[in-house]
């Protein structure tokens, strides 16, 4: 029986660790609520090594894909490095390898990786670099992020979820070579934190003008795509399905790539998606008849994630609520092979 005094109050929530190596600290894992100190358990939980052979033991990271750098949320104590595990915690995507064979891409007119990390440039390593070096980009926000997608670089664009200004990315001068284009292909990652849409749908990448001439590409409330081509996006039925995730911190797992292609020369015109993520490799989610021509002469700046200049006066909620990395414009229709080694290959 225990007494209840001054001197020795009863506190049942005194909890005590097993000290099996009897060292006099304990296991964080193993504990017991007790008002008096169990044989072989004590008052400290400072031992990692409770159950091992050596003195002090030192965590490991999980490198999946073996590139010598280890995932921070996959740690485990041991005394020396187990197989498929390294001693730093460097590696911002690490992901199981897929099994695809990688094909001869073409270089797109337009990559933004994204890769900066600073300032408010970002720069065109397509074809077309020395004609249009970069993007401009508003001031604090989008920030930059090292969250990552799988195949990304060093760092992503972060645009957030509250738009009372004109938050952008978009290019200073018109593009004359978006314009009467054919044969189209972008390809991207999104991570949405927010499952809110302004009207019409939230920017991803676009050079519409005002609903006319122009490209335009829009997440829609529930996580699909819906693609405006000389018009304004809702008034397309090209929707896709709802393969955009929702996730409100953003996490690394919720990074989806996707890929849109538009052959105004098949059977009158054709617009397909694809979809993958960091484990699955992408596949072709829907195809849709979609007569609109070339794309009209009368274009608008390019933007990314948010309206451009011709359409910011309808208001700033249009923005992208979330992270964006890895964008690229073709001219050329890509295969489905080649979508998945452009969401693949990692970036140099």
Not at 23 to 33: I, M
Request: glycine share 10%; charged share 20%; net charge negative.
């Amino acid at each position: 029986m225990v007494s209840c005094t001054k001197t020795n109050p009863w506190n049942p929530k005194q909890a005590w660790y097993e000290d099996k190596d009897g060292d006099g600290r304990g296991n964080p894992l193993v504990f017991v609520y007790s008002a008096i100190q169990p044989v072989g358990y004590v008052a400290d939980n400072t031992d990692n090594n409770d159950n091992l052979p050596c003195e002090e033991a030192s965590p490991f990271y999980a490198d999946k894909d073996g590139d010598g750098l280890g995932d921070p949320n996959d740690i485990i104590m041991a005394c020396e490095a187990p197989p498929g595990y390294v001693d730093n915690a460097d590696d911002k995507s690490d992901f199981a390898p897929i099994d695809y064979t990688p094909v001869p891409v073409p270089e797109p007119l337009f990559a933004y990786n994204f890769d900066e990390g600073q300032d408010t440039v970002v720069h065109n390593s397509g074809s077309l670099a020395t004609q249009y070096d970069a993007l401009d980009m508003s001031a604090n926000i989008p920030s930059w992020s090292d969250n990552v997608p799988r195949s990304g670089g060093t760092h992503s664009v972060d645009f957030g979820t509250k738009y009372d200004t004109y938050n952008y990315v978009h290019s200073s001068t018109m593009i004359p070579e978006l314009a009467g284009m054919t044969q189209i292909t972008v390809t991207g990652w999104v991570n949405n934190k927010l499952d809110e849409t302004g009207s019409g749908g939230n920017r991803v990448v676009s050079w519409i003008n005002s609903g006319h001439d122009g490209f335009d590409i829009v997440y829609m409330k529930g996580g699909s795509l819906n693609t405006g081509i000389n018009q304004w996006p809702d008034k397309s039925a090209a929707i896709s399905s709802a393969k955009i995730t929702t996730n409100p911190l953003g996490s690394a797992s919720n990074w989806v790539f996707f890929a849109v292609t538009y052959d105004a020369n098949d059977n009158g015109g054709t617009l397909k998606y694809y979809f993958g993520d960091n484990v699955s490799k992408a596949y072709m989610d829907n195809e849709f008849p979609y007569p609109a021509g070339p794309i009209g002469q009368g274009i608008g700046h390019l933007a990314i994630g948010q309206f451009n200049q011709e359409c910011i006066h309808y208001g700033y909620q249009r923005m992208f609520r979330g992270l964006i990395d890895q964008v690229k414009i073709y001219d050329k229709v890509l295969t489905l092979d080649q979508v998945v080694t452009v969401q693949l290959q990692t970036q140099p």
